[in-house]
């Protein structure tokens, strides 16, 4: 049993050997189909490489400071992969691919106009040569359609015939327009020119604009666009990270703006106040005459000075205080105003509000990227909200507490008040008078303090931005890669044909080679028969030297090996699946083939419905077959003599009758055969194809052998599966096939030497099926096969 399976996995293993020869061989005789493919591909490669805009990367690096970087906090929660940088550094890539920060690059580059100039091979984009900068104030519909030509003049354009002067705003065919001009050498005066949509623009560049990460854990960002203008990508990089600056120190900058603002506007009040108490003192004292106070006046002044001081101290913290609680109480929205502390020096109170100032600047880079609605945002909301808690009562707890004081300060400054009311009238009201001086001079210095301090604070702040590598351009371009296009040129130079080949092989339900037989059946091959040049139906004579005979010899050869009898006479029954696969011509030549060995051979032509050969031979059909079956003729009446061959004997079909099958069974056939099988060797009897009626199968019985015909390129593949059956069932004694008509440049078998070792030309096909043989001294050279596909 094992030796079975060997045996089989073996056969198994060779026809998948010999199909890949076959395949293989098929590919190489097809040769002249990959080089066409190849130079037609090679064509198009070079025809894509020479005409297709060439694009170019353009990379910058950055490095996005971290202000907590080093803390004890952030380094513990780094431990434990609950916070990373790189969570900051995501939400600073979104920033960089943000549509507002790129709609002010196209504004300030203005690379929402192209200008292209004419080149060799294709219209080339200018950016840097480009001498003329177009401002689209307002643009109409025409404008973005179609582009237009522009003619650059040293003192105006020319549009359409129209001229324009460089610096006004004037109106145009494509709208209003402003042109500027750049540079006084105007390499290119002839641009053509394309308005786009500034929203077409800014999601272009935000989609080209890629932002990688190179490490985890770093907060250095590698920004890359690609762009078929290296220089236009150069710009583009840079101010992209300039405005992203801007817009860091922006953020930065809030709480110092808004003090500045508040401490400005105090300035100016206490400016004015101040003014005007001195000219109050200057007016009294010309008016009453006096020069100085006593030495106790001047003490006193000195505690009502200090007094009204931090009395006015405790009222700006207060005023702060109220500033502090709207903040508490208002909404986090985009743009929120951020409370000046001026006064204020409770550093956990200040501690809150610049944590609640960092988590709204948070919040103001996230909502850019994600909706309010996020996790992430309502998660800044609720810090926010525990951050304002811990601000309102600390803010509570210090207004009780300058609230005391307020209140002390106040009991002090009535204290003084009596005392004033015991100073001569003169000298009480000037004392009021300097006290108010004393009290705004001290407030205004107290101010201007805090203003520089405030100032230098802003003029302080560094950006969290620093550019590691600036933009620049790869000298070779990332598409097309060359090696990358001639590659794909190749593989699909290769494929093409090799898959067209293969389809055609695949739709091809025709027997095209012998291994597909061999799959489907185990029905012997007893013989193999080439496509032949014939001049006449009867090929084989004792003379004839050609391909097709030299078969018919093998295959009479492999069938006398086959009869096991060699003492009694020989009945081999001929047929096919269907009509036109060449039994008839087969029978004939088989028949030829057994006479010319002096045996006595008789050809039986039983295909009553389409009988051929008595056409083959030139034989009336006046008496036969049907005759003999009707009782209207004997044996000695129809059987004729074959001309030339003198022991080949024929008897035809006769008229043909409208029961062919009913014939066949009666017992005239049976004793026809009887008969002719004690006066002849060999009984070739030629069928119809069983594929159509059932004549063979009722003939079959009175056969010896069955030789089953199989045209190449012509025979159905599905026939094969009804030979098999007939052959597994033995439905045909000692059945046989035989494979005819075999076309050799159709690839019929790897290793048949059909043709070309045997030296025959192919000229046409005759309605047999086989051509006239031309007989050739030498092969054709190698290139007469080239021009004949001309």
């Known amino acids: 049993m094992s030796s079975a399976n060997s045996k089989t996995s073996d056969f198994g293993n060779e026809a998948v050997k010999e199909y890949y020869k076959f395949l293989l061989i098929r590919y190489y005789k097809n040769w002249y189909w990959f080089a066409i493919s190849l130079a037609?591909?090679?064509?198009?490669?070079?025809?894509?490489?020479?005409?297709?805009?060439?694009?170019?990367?353009?990379?910058?690096?950055?490095?996005?400071?971290?202000?907590?970087?080093?803390?004890?906090?952030?380094?513990?929660?780094?431990?434990?992969?609950?916070?990373?940088?790189?969570?900051?550094?995501?939400?600073?890539?979104?920033?960089?691919?943000?549509?507002?920060?790129?709609?002010?690059?196209?504004?300030?580059?203005?690379?929402?106009?192209?200008?292209?100039?004419e080149g060799r091979l294709r219209d080339q984009e200018i950016f840097i040569d480009n001498a003329l900068r177009i401002y689209v104030v307002k643009a109409n519909d025409i404008a973005?359609?179609?582009?237009?030509?522009?003619?650059?003049?040293?003192?105006?354009?020319?549009?359409?015939?129209?001229?324009?002067?460089?610096?006004k705003v004037?109106?145009?065919?494509?709208?209003?327009?402003?042109?500027?001009?750049?540079?006084?050498?105007?390499?290119?005066?002839?641009?053509?020119?394309?308005?786009?949509h500034k929203d077409d623009v800014v999601n272009d560049l935000v989609t080209s604009l890629k932002i990688s990460q190179p490490r985890r854990f770093s907060s250095i960002l590698v920004l890359t666009q690609e762009t078929t203008l290296p220089e236009k990508g150069v710009a583009y990089l840079n101010r992209l990270v300039h405005f992203y600056d801007l817009a860091s120190l922006e953020d930065k900058n809030k709480v110092a703006?808004?003090?500045?603002?508040?401490?400005?506007?105090?300035?100016?009040?206490?400016?004015?106040?101040?003014?005007?108490?001195?000219?109050?003192?200057?007016?009294?004292?010309?008016s009453s005459g006096i020069v100085d106070l006593s030495a106790e006046s001047t003490v006193f002044l000195e505690k009502?000075?200090?007094?009204?001081?931090?009395?006015?101290?405790?009222?700006?913290?207060?005023?702060?205080?109220?500033?502090?609680?709207?903040?508490?109480?208002?909404?986090?929205?985009?743009?929120s105003i951020v409370p000046a502390t001026i006064g204020l020096e409770d550093p956990t109170l200040l501690g809150l509000i610049k944590q609640a100032v960092e988590l709204e600047l948070q919040r103001e880079k996230i909502i850019k990227t994600l909706p309010e609605t996020s996790s992430a945002v309502e998660t800044i909301d609720n810090q926010l909200r525990i951050t304002k808690a811990n601000i309102s009562d600390n803010a509570t707890s210090l207004k009780k507490a300058l609230l005391n004081a307020q209140r002390k300060f106040q009991s002090s400054n009535a204290k003084l008040e009596a005392f004033i009311r015991s100073v001569p009238t003169k000298e009480r009201k000037l004392l009021d008078i300097s006290r108010q001086q004393s009290i705004k001079g001290g407030l205004y210095t107290y101010l201007l303090q805090k203003r520089e301090e405030t100032a230098l604070s802003y003029a302080s702040t560094v950006s969290d931005l620093r550019v590691v590598d600036p933009p620049k351009a790869n000298s070779t371009p990332v598409r097309p890669i060359r090696r990358l296009v001639f590659f794909i040129t190749l593989t699909l130079g290769l494929l093409i044909p090799t898959f067209f080949i293969w389809l055609t092989d695949f739709f091809n339900s025709k027997i095209a080679r012998k291994g597909q037989i061999e799959e489907i059946t185990k029905v012997p091959i007893i013989g193999e028969v080439v496509q032949a040049n014939v001049s006449s139906p009867l090929e084989v004579s004792a003379t004839s030297r050609s391909v097709l005979s030299e078969q018919i010899r093998a295959l009479r050869t492999n069938i006398q090996f086959l009869n096991t009898d060699n003492e009694s006479s020989q009945t081999i029954l001929v047929t096919s699946s269907i009509s036109g696969e060449g039994k008839s011509f087969i029978s004939l030549n088989l028949a030829a083939s057994l006479a010319i060995t002096d045996r006595k051979v008789i050809l039986l032509e039983l295909d009553l419905r389409k009988p051929k050969l008595h056409k083959y031979l030139n034989i009336s059909t006046a008496k036969g077959v049907s005759n003999y079956l009707a009782n209207q003729a004997t044996l000695d009446e129809i059987v004729l003599p074959v001309e030339g061959y003198p022991n080949l004997y024929f008897i035809p079909c006769g008229p043909t009758p409208p029961n062919p099958s009913e014939l066949f069974s009666t017992e005239r056939m049976k004793r026809l055969f009887n008969d002719l099988k004690e006066s002849f060797d060999f009984i070739i009897a030629d069928t119809p194809p069983i594929g159509l009626v059932s004549d063979a199968l009722i003939l079959a019985k009175y056969s010896n052998m069955t030789l089953y015909i199989i045209r190449h390129m012509y025979t159905q593949k599905a026939y094969l599966k009804n030979i098999a059956t007939h052959y597994s069932e033995k439905r045909f004694n000692n059945m046989g096939l035989l494979i005819n008509g075999i076309i050799p440049k159709k690839d019929y078998e790897y290793n048949y030497g059909y043709g070309g070792d045997y030296g025959y030309g192919y000229s046409y096909t005759s309605e047999y099926g086989y051509s006239e043989d031309k007989v050739t001294k030498s092969k054709k050279p190698w290139y007469t096969k080239i021009t004949n596909l001309w």
């Open 170 to 196: 004037v109106k145009t065919p494509y709208g209003l327009l402003q042109f500027q001009k750049r540079s006084a050498n105007i390499a290119h005066p002839n641009i053509t020119v394309k308005i786009n």
């Open 144 to 167: 973005f359609q179609k582009p237009f030509e522009i003619l650059i003049n040293k003192n105006q354009v020319v549009l359409e015939g129209v001229s324009y002067p460089y610096g």
């Open 40 to 117: 037609v591909c090679t064509a198009v490669a070079y025809l894509y490489l020479r005409y297709t805009q060439p694009t170019y990367s353009v990379q910058s690096s950055v490095l996005i400071k971290d202000e907590q970087a080093g803390s004890a906090k952030e380094n513990i929660l780094q431990e434990l992969d609950m916070f990373s940088p790189k969570k900051v550094v995501e939400n600073e890539m979104e920033i960089l691919k943000s549509r507002a920060l790129t709609e002010k690059v196209v504004d300030e580059l203005g690379f929402d106009v192209s200008y292209m100039v």
């Open 304 to 335: 009502v000075k200090d007094s009204d001081t931090q009395l006015n101290q405790v009222a700006i913290q207060l005023g702060a205080l109220q500033e502090l609680e709207k903040y508490v109480q208002s909404k986090p929205t985009k743009g």
């Open 257 to 286: 703006s808004n003090t500045l603002r508040f401490v400005d506007d105090r300035l100016k009040i206490i400016a004015k106040e101040l003014t005007n108490v001195e000219q109050n003192i200057e007016t009294y004292k010309t």
